[in-house]
């Protein structure tokens, strides 16, 4: 009886941790997506501008954007160190 308690509460165990693991991983991939569009929003003024250059808006988005979902993934990176 208590060997079956023992594998019991290591696949309970189990279970607990791969849900943290997923539970974790939703709240900060929603986070990134959700601050990426808080700066497309921001930057909705300048992709209907068309005064801007197609060339202009790509290096903004290459600094901007890009430089958001690298700066996350940083961030993301260094909390499991």
Do not use: H, P
């Not at 023992?6 to 991939?29: E, G, H, M």
């Not at 569009?37 to 197609?54: D, E, G, Y």
């Amino acid at each position: 009886m208590r060997a079956d308690s023992i594998y019991w509460s290591a696949d309970v165990a189990a279970f607990f941790k791969a849900f943290f693991v997923i539970s974790f991983l939703t709240v900060v991939y929603t986070s990134r997506i959700g601050k990426v569009a808080a700066v497309f929003v921001k930057m909705k003024k300048i992709w209907r501008n068309k005064n801007i250059s197609l060339k202009v808006k790509t290096r903004l988005y290459e600094a901007i954007i890009l430089s958001t979902l690298r700066c996350l993934q940083c961030k993301t990176d260094n909390r499991g160190a």
